[in-house]
């Protein structure tokens, strides 16, 4: 059960740390698309780390899609909609919970398949 409990703080921090700098930035700039692509392209570094952010996402959804039908982890939808509405940090320890949480039911007998 260790890493499970892991697995569900790491989606909590991956959902707090960044939404604690977006917010304020949403609060002070609105949903302002121009402002928001012109920062993440003002250097090479911002871009860099969005591009890295970018791949892994679209990996990590292929991840969840496919290993998910895979292993019969239920609700995928949940870590899914944890990566497009605040990113990679949220959705892979949110799918690596889900995907712990029918390990432990599987164990236990209570989960066939």
Partial sequence: MRRLHIYVLLSVLGAVLPLSQFLPWLVAHGFDVPLLVSEIASSRIAAFGWL??????????????????????????????????????????????????????????????
């Fill in 52 to 113: 890295d952010v970018v791949v892994s996402g679209v990996t990590l959804l292929f991840f969840i899609v496919v290993d998910g039908r895979e292993s019969k982890t239920p609700h995928l939808w949940v870590p899914v909609l944890g990566t497009l509405t605040v990113g990679v940090s949220l959705g892979l320890p949110l799918y690596l919970a889900l995907r712990e949480s029918r390990s432990i039911l599987r164990a236990h007998g209570s989960v066939s398949g």
